[in-house]
C-alpha cells in the first residue's frame, strides 16, 4: 500500500499527545511520517511526542509553529508533506485499530477515488454518543460540496477523512476564524474530489460542548463577519450562492441556539433574524419558529421579575 502522511496540530497537549501517538501505533506499516506541529506550547508537548515516538518507532517530525491557529498549524504541515496520502487527526483525539488501513485499502480498491471518508465515535464530556455514519455522498464532487455546506450530508470530523495529496494541491486551512475553518477546508477539497465511503469508525472525537459553544459567544458579530467573508470565497471554487446562504442561516442559528441558552435574548434574537432571512428547509423553519416563540416567552417572563427585583 501507499504510505500516508499523519498531521497533528497540538498546543499544550502534553497531557493527551502520548494517547494519541500511541493509538496510530497499529497503523504503522502505512504510515510513512507524523508531522506534529508543536504550535506556541508552553507545556512538555514537543518532548512528550518525541519520547513516546521513539517508544513506539513511529517516524515523527516536530515542526514549531507560533500560528496560535489549528489551521495555520495544519498548513505548515500541509506544505511539508511528502506522502502520496494526507490523515489529519487532533492531539487529544484516539485514532481506532485498522480504521487507516480501512481508509487506505478503500482508496486503492476504488480506483480514482482521492478522498475516502469514514464514521467516527464521539464523546461529549466524558460521555459516549452514537456512531456518525457517512451518508449522502455521491462521486460528483460538485454536488458533494454544496450538499455538505448546506447540511444535507454528514459533516467530515477531522480524524474521520483521508485525502489525497495531489487533490489536496494548494488547498489550505482558513486562519484567523473562531469556527468551521473545518468546514471550507474541505468544501473545497470536495468540490474537486472523487469521494469513496467506509461505514466503519476510523477515530474516537472528544468534544467539550462548553468550550465549542463559547466561540461564539467572543465578539460574536465580528467573528460571524470574518467568518461570512471566508465562506463568500468559495464562490472561487463554483460554490452555488444559495448553498453559501444556506449555510450562513444554520451558522447563524447554532450561534442563536447558544446565545439563547446563555440567557443574551437580545443576541439570541439578531443573529435569529439572519437565519431567519436565509433559504431553509422545513425543519429550520420550524427551529427558527421555535426560537423565536421561546425568546418571545422568556422576555415576557423576565421582565416583570426584573421589575419586582427594582422595586
Given at each position: 500500500?501507499?504510505?500516508?502522511?499523519?498531521?497533528?496540530?497540538?498546543?499544550?497537549?502534553?497531557?493527551?499527545?502520548?494517547?494519541?501517538?500511541?493509538?496510530?501505533?497499529?497503523?504503522?506499516?502505512?504510515?510513512?511520517?507524523?508531522?506534529?506541529?508543536?504550535?506556541?506550547?508552553?507545556?512538555?508537548?514537543?518532548?512528550?511526542?518525541?519520547?513516546?515516538?521513539?517508544?513506539?518507532?513511529?517516524?515523527?517530525?516536530?515542526?514549531?509553529?507560533?500560528?496560535?491557529?489549528?489551521?495555520?498549524?495544519?498548513?505548515?504541515?500541509?506544505?511539508?508533506?511528502?506522502?502520496?496520502?494526507?490523515y489529519m487527526?487532533?492531539?487529544?483525539?484516539?485514532?481506532?485499530?485498522?480504521?487507516?488501513?480501512?481508509?487506505?485499502?478503500?482508496?486503492?480498491?476504488?480506483?480514482?477515488?482521492?478522498?475516502?471518508?469514514?464514521?467516527?465515535?464521539?464523546?461529549?464530556?466524558?460521555?459516549?454518543?452514537?456512531?456518525?455514519?457517512?451518508?449522502?455522498?455521491?462521486?460528483?464532487?460538485?454536488?458533494?460540496?454544496?450538499?455538505?455546506?448546506?447540511?444535507?450530508?454528514?459533516?467530515?470530523?477531522?480524524?474521520?477523512?483521508?485525502?489525497?495529496?495531489?487533490?489536496?494541491?494548494?488547498?489550505r486551512f482558513?486562519?484567523?476564524?473562531?469556527?468551521?475553518?473545518?468546514?471550507?477546508?474541505?468544501?473545497?477539497?470536495?468540490?474537486?474530489?472523487?469521494?469513496?465511503?467506509?461505514?466503519?469508525?476510523?477515530?474516537?472525537?472528544?468534544?467539550?460542548?462548553?468550550r465549542s459553544?463559547?466561540?461564539?459567544?467572543?465578539?460574536?458579530?465580528?467573528?460571524?463577519?470574518?467568518?461570512?467573508?471566508?465562506?463568500?470565497?468559495?464562490?472561487?471554487?463554483?460554490?452555488?450562492?444559495?448553498?453559501?446562504?444556506?449555510?450562513?442561516?444554520?451558522?447563524?442559528?447554532?450561534?442563536?441556539?447558544?446565545?439563547?441558552?446563555?440567557?443574551?435574548?437580545?443576541?439570541?434574537?439578531?443573529?435569529?433574524?439572519?437565519?431567519?432571512?436565509?433559504?431553509?428547509?422545513?425543519?429550520?423553519?420550524?427551529?427558527?419558529?421555535?426560537?423565536?416563540?421561546?425568546?418571545?416567552?422568556?422576555?415576557?417572563?423576565?421582565?416583570?421579575?426584573?421589575?419586582?427585583?427594582?422595586?
Open positions: 500500500m501507499e504510505a500516508v502522511s499523519v498531521i497533528i496540530p497540538a498546543h499544550n497537549a502534553a497531557r493527551t499527545i502520548a494517547r494519541t501517538l500511541a493509538s496510530l501505533v497499529s497503523e504503522k506499516a502505512v504510515i510513512g511520517e507524523v508531522l506534529l506541529v508543536d504550535d506556541s506550547s508552553s507545556d512538555a508537548t514537543a518532548a512528550v511526542a518525541t519520547e513516546t515516538a521513539l517508544r513506539f518507532a513511529l517516524p515523527m517530525c516536530v515542526i514549531k509553529s507560533s500560528c496560535r491557529d489549528a489551521g495555520g498549524s495544519r498548513n505548515l504541515a500541509l506544505e511539508q508533506a511528502r506522502f502520496p496520502w494526507i487527526i487532533d492531539a487529544d483525539d484516539l485514532h481506532l485499530e485498522g480504521g487507516l488501513r480501512a481508509l487506505l485499502a478503500k482508496a486503492v480498491a476504488e480506483s480514482g477515488a482521492d478522498m475516502v471518508v469514514g464514521a467516527y465515535r464521539r464523546q461529549v464530556e466524558g460521555k459516549e454518543r452514537s456512531t456518525k455514519l457517512p451518508g449522502g455522498y455521491t462521486a460528483s464532487g460538485p454536488t458533494n460540496a454544496c450538499a455538505y455546506l448546506e447540511g444535507r450530508i454528514r459533516s467530515i470530523a477531522v480524524g474521520s477523512a483521508l485525502v489525497s495529496r495531489q487533490v489536496v494541491g494548494e488547498t482558513a486562519t484567523g476564524l473562531a469556527y468551521d475553518e473545518d468546514t471550507l477546508f474541505w468544501t473545497r477539497v470536495m468540490a474537486k474530489a472523487s469521494l469513496a465511503v467506509v461505514t466503519r469508525p476510523i477515530f474516537i472525537y472528544f468534544v467539550s460542548a462548553e459553544d463559547d466561540r461564539f459567544t467572543v465578539r460574536p458579530a465580528a467573528r460571524f463577519l470574518e467568518w461570512r467573508l471566508a465562506l463568500r470565497r468559495l464562490r472561487s471554487c463554483g460554490i452555488a450562492e444559495r448553498s453559501l446562504k444556506i449555510r450562513e442561516g444554520l451558522v447563524a442559528l447554532k450561534i442563536a441556539r447558544v446565545h439563547y441558552s446563555r440567557g443574551d435574548f437580545d443576541m439570541a434574537a439578531r443573529f435569529l433574524g439572519v437565519a431567519e432571512a436565509a433559504p431553509r428547509a422545513g425543519a429550520d423553519i420550524w427551529r427558527c419558529m421555535r426560537y423565536r416563540l421561546k425568546i418571545a416567552l422568556r422576555r415576557r417572563f423576565s421582565a416583570p421579575a426584573a421589575q419586582l427585583q427594582r422595586a
